[in-house]
C-alpha cells in the first residue's frame, strides 16, 4: 500500500515546499483561518475566509497548485456572506497528508465527502479547476446531496480527451532537471490570468517546486465521464473555458456540455489558456452562487 500513497521524498523537499507554499499563501486576504479535518484517507487541511453565515463557496485547484491560486478571488467570492473554505487535497504537495490510497472515483467522492462532513457543511457552492474541477464534477456524479452549485473551470478529461501535447509536457516538465524548461513550459500552459506580477510568480514558484522530484504523486488520473454520468448532474453549473487551452480542446468541451449538462451555462474566454481568468472567475462565480440560490428559493416556494 505505501507505493500508492502520495509522500514528499523526505524532510527536506517537504521544508523547501512549504516555504515557498506559504509564501504565496501570504498573498491571500486576512484573516484567514486553518482546519484540520480527519477522513479515512487521510488528514485535509482546509483554509477558511469570511465569517458570513451563508452557504460555503468550496475550492479545489488543479493538481500541484494549492489553494494559493485562489488568492486573488477569495475576497469577491465571501462578499456576500458566503464564507470560503479552499481544500487541499490529501496526495498532493501541502500539508494534507494521506494515509489511504485513491484509486477510483468513488473513492475520490467518499474523501471529499467526508472533508464536508467534517466541515459540517451540509450544502456548498463547489469551484473547481483543472484536476479541482474533475473532482468537483465527479462529486456531483457520485455524491451530490450536498452541492448547491457547480463552477468548472477547464475540467480535464471529464468532457474531452486532455490534448497529448499537454501530457507529454507535463512528463518532460516532471523528468527534467532545467527549472527554465519547467518556467516556459508553465508559463504557456497557465496564460495571462490577470495576477499581479508578485503573485503570478509566487503561484509560479509553487508549481516549479511541485513539478521538482520532491514529492511522489500517487493520486488517480482524472477520467472521463460518460454521457449518462454527465446528465444526471442537476446542479446549476457554470462551465469556464480558456480559448487557447494548451490542456482542453474547449470546442469539443463546450459541445459536449451542452449535449450533456442540461442546466449548464457555457463561458468561453477569448485568449484565455489553461489558468484561472480572475477577472472572470471574480464576476461568474458570485452570479452563479446568485442564480443557484434564487433557483433554491423559487423551488421552495412551489413545495410551500
Same mark, same amino acid.
Given at each position: 500500500?505505501?507505493?500508492?500513497?502520495?509522500?514528499?521524498?523526505?524532510?527536506?523537499? /517537504?521544508?523547501?515546499?512549504?516555504?515557498?507554499?506559504?509564501?504565496?499563501?501570504?498573498?491571500?486576504?486576512?484573516?484567514?483561518?486553518?482546519?484540520?479535518?480527519?477522513?479515512?484517507?487521510?488528514?485535509?487541511?482546509?483554509?477558511?475566509?469570511?465569517?458570513?453565515?451563508?452557504?460555503?463557496?468550496?475550492?479545489?485547484?488543479?493538481?500541484?497548485?494549492?489553494?494559493?491560486?485562489?488568492?486573488?478571488?477569495?475576497?469577491?467570492?465571501?462578499?456576500?456572506?458566503?464564507?470560503?473554505?479552499?481544500?487541499?487535497?490529501?496526495?498532493?504537495?501541502?500539508?494534507?497528508?494521506?494515509?489511504?490510497?485513491?484509486?477510483?472515483?468513488?473513492?475520490?467522492?467518499?474523501?471529499?465527502?467526508?472533508?464536508?462532513?467534517?466541515?459540517?457543511?451540509?450544502?456548498?457552492?463547489?469551484?473547481?479547476?483543472?484536476?479541482?474541477?474533475?473532482?468537483?464534477?465527479?462529486?456531483?456524479?457520485?455524491?451530490?446531496?450536498?452541492?448547491?452549485?457547480?463552477?468548472?473551470?477547464?475540467?480535464?478529461?471529464?468532457?474531452?480527451?486532455?490534448?497529448?501535447?499537454?501530457?507529454?509536457?507535463?512528463?518532460?516538465?516532471?523528468?527534467?532537471?532545467?527549472?527554465?524548461?519547467? /518556467?516556459?513550459?508553465?508559463?504557456?500552459?497557465?496564460?495571462?490570468?490577470?495576477?499581479?506580477?508578485?503573485?503570478?510568480?509566487?503561484?509560479?514558484?509553487?508549481?516549479?517546486?511541485?513539478?521538482?522530484?520532491?514529492?511522489?504523486?500517487?493520486?488517480?488520473?482524472?477520467?472521463?465521464?460518460?454521457?449518462?454520468?454527465? /446528465?444526471?448532474?442537476?446542479?446549476?453549473?457554470?462551465?469556464?473555458?480558456?480559448?487557447?487551452?494548451?490542456?482542453?480542446?474547449?470546442?469539443?468541451?463546450?459541445?459536449?456540455?451542452?449535449?450533456?449538462?442540461?442546466?449548464?451555462?457555457?463561458?468561453?474566454?477569448?485568449?484565455?489558456?489553461?489558468?484561472?481568468?480572475?477577472?472572470?472567475?471574480?464576476?461568474?462565480?458570485?452570479?452563479?452562487?446568485?442564480?443557484?440560490?434564487?433557483?433554491?428559493?423559487?423551488?421552495?416556494?412551489?413545495?410551500?
Amino acid at each position: 500500500m505505501g507505493s500508492e500513497i502520495s509522500t514528499f521524498t523526505g524532510d527536506e523537499a /517537504r521544508e523547501r515546499f512549504l516555504a515557498v507554499y506559504d509564501h504565496a499563501m501570504g498573498f491571500w486576504p486576512g484573516p484567514r483561518e486553518e482546519q484540520d479535518v480527519e477522513t479515512g484517507y487521510g488528514t485535509t487541511r482546509v483554509h477558511r475566509y469570511g465569517t458570513g453565515d451563508g452557504t460555503p463557496v468550496v475550492l479545489l485547484s488543479g493538481a500541484n497548485a494549492t489553494p494559493a491560486v485562489w488568492a486573488s478571488c477569495v475576497a469577491a467570492f465571501a462578499a456576500d456572506g458566503h464564507p470560503v473554505l479552499a481544500v487541499e487535497r490529501v496526495g498532493e504537495p501541502g500539508r494534507s497528508i494521506q494515509t489511504a490510497p485513491i484509486r477510483t472515483p468513488e473513492a475520490m467522492a467518499a474523501w471529499l465527502e467526508e472533508v464536508l462532513a467534517g466541515l459540517g457543511a451540509d450544502r456548498v457552492h463547489l469551484v473547481g479547476h483543472s484536476y479541482g474541477a474533475w473532482v468537483a464534477l465527479n462529486q456531483a456524479v457520485r455524491a451530490p446531496a450536498r452541492i448547491a452549485s457547480l463552477l468548472l473551470v477547464e475540467p480535464v478529461a471529464a468532457l474531452s480527451p486532455v490534448k497529448p501535447r499537454f501530457l507529454l509536457g507535463a512528463v518532460v516538465a516532471t523528468v527534467m532537471k532545467s527549472d527554465d524548461f519547467r /518556467r516556459r513550459w508553465f508559463g504557456r500552459l497557465i496564460g495571462d490570468t490577470g495576477e499581479t506580477p508578485d503573485v503570478a510568480e509566487a503561484q509560479t514558484r509553487v508549481a516549479l517546486e511541485a513539478l521538482g522530484g520532491g514529492f511522489r504523486w500517487r493520486l488517480m488520473p482524472p477520467r472521463k465521464m460518460t454521457d449518462e454520468q454527465l /446528465r444526471s448532474v442537476t446542479a446549476p453549473t457554470t462551465l469556464v473555458l480558456g480559448e487557447r487551452s494548451r490542456a482542453i480542446d474547449c470546442a469539443r468541451a463546450a459541445a459536449r456540455a451542452r449535449r450533456c449538462l442540461p442546466h449548464a451555462r457555457g463561458v468561453i474566454v477569448p485568449g484565455a489558456g489553461h489558468g484561472l481568468p480572475v477577472s472572470v472567475l471574480n464576476s461568474e462565480v458570485p452570479a452563479l452562487v446568485r442564480r443557484a440560490e434564487a433557483a433554491e428559493v423559487r423551488e421552495a416556494a412551489k413545495e410551500a
